[in-house]
């Protein structure tokens, strides 16, 4: 959903702007987001959110040029997290305030709706939430290429939107603050995909569905996405992989570029 795709967006803004900060350090630039997250919530129209969005654009602009090009200052994974809250609840407050409500909208794939009908009858059913878990490096060291002609190869990467974990990787490609696509790796062995309740399982959702035999395909795993949706999802042994392109550049971006892309990257080391 829209709001899902903007608490994303923060929280990846707000992770980058994090790693940059030097002086005062990560510390310092929580302190800064947190300010700003306050003053997003506190904003109750579409006017009022703009304002604050702006400030922090420009927060973020000149922070990251103060730091030039010196090496970031890698936050630690609990410092990590809180800057993935503080930017999750900025994009939530933001959403509520602009009246995003529930449109729906591309991810990063995080939250997207599994096509209605499309999972297995309970007898047929996958396991879900069992067996061995890919672990944090395994997902890490899948390296994808840069996304091509919406940035200079040298100016954009990728970047993580949180620490990497076990089963659980989420990176966006970026140039300094601004985002073009995101992927995201979901392992169906994670207990978690089964602990969360239905309706609420976002990419896990795809774990429970059962592919056709002579369903649609990229690079012979079996796809999930259906048609109309501006999102890729395929699935690779176990992991849910999704690959979505940012609010702002979907004009841009077309599936058939997330298709022909995802097709060159290397996910030989998460077949089984």
Not at 38 to 42: L, P, Q, R, Y
Not at 166 to 172: A, H, K, P, S, V
Not at 220 to 224: A, E, K
């Given at each position: 959903m829209k709001n899902l795709t903007i608490a994303l967006m923060a929280a990846a803004a707000f992770t980058s702007v994090g790693c940059k900060k030097k002086g005062g350090g990560a510390g310092e630039a929580m302190a800064k987001m947190s300010e700003f997250k306050?003053?997003?919530?506190?904003c109750k129209d579409k006017k009022c959110a703009d304002e604050v969005q702006d400030a922090m654009n420009k927060w973020s602009a000149e922070n990251a040029k103060s730091a030039g090009d010196k090496k970031a200052e890698a936050p630690d994974e609990k410092t990590m997290k809180e800057m993935q809250e503080v930017g999750t609840k900025y994009g939530e407050c933001m959403a509520k305030a602009m009246g995003a409500g529930g449109d729906t909208a591309a991810p990063p794939p995080e939250g997207s709706a599994a096509p209605a009908g499309s999972a297995a009858?309970?007898?047929d059913a996958p396991k879900v939430g069992e067996g061995p878990v890919h672990s944090a490096k395994v997902l890490f060291d899948i390296d994808p290429p840069a996304f091509p002609g919406v940035s200079a190869p040298d100016k954009a990467r990728?970047?993580?939107a949180y620490a990497e974990k076990?089963?659980?990787?989420?990176?966006?490609y970026m140039e300094g603050d601004k985002g073009f696509v995101g992927m995201k790796f979901s392992d169906c062995n994670l207990p978690k995909a089964k602990e969360v309740k239905e309706g609420e399982r976002g990419d896990y959702e795809y774990c429970y569905m059962t592919p056709a035999a002579d369903g649609p395909k990229l690079k012979?795993?079996?796809?999930?996405d259906k048609p109309?949706?501006?999102h890729v999802v395929i699935k690779v042994g176990h992991v849910i992989v999704s690959l979505g392109s940012w609010e702002g550049v979907k004009d841009k971006i077309k599936k058939d570029d997330l298709v022909k892309f995802l097709e060159t990257v290397?996910?030989?080391t998460i077949e089984n």
């Open positions: 306050d003053k997003m919530c506190e009858p309970a007898a990728w970047s993580p076990d089963g659980n990787r989420l990176i966006n012979n795993y079996p796809r999930l109309d949706d501006a290397d996910l030989s």
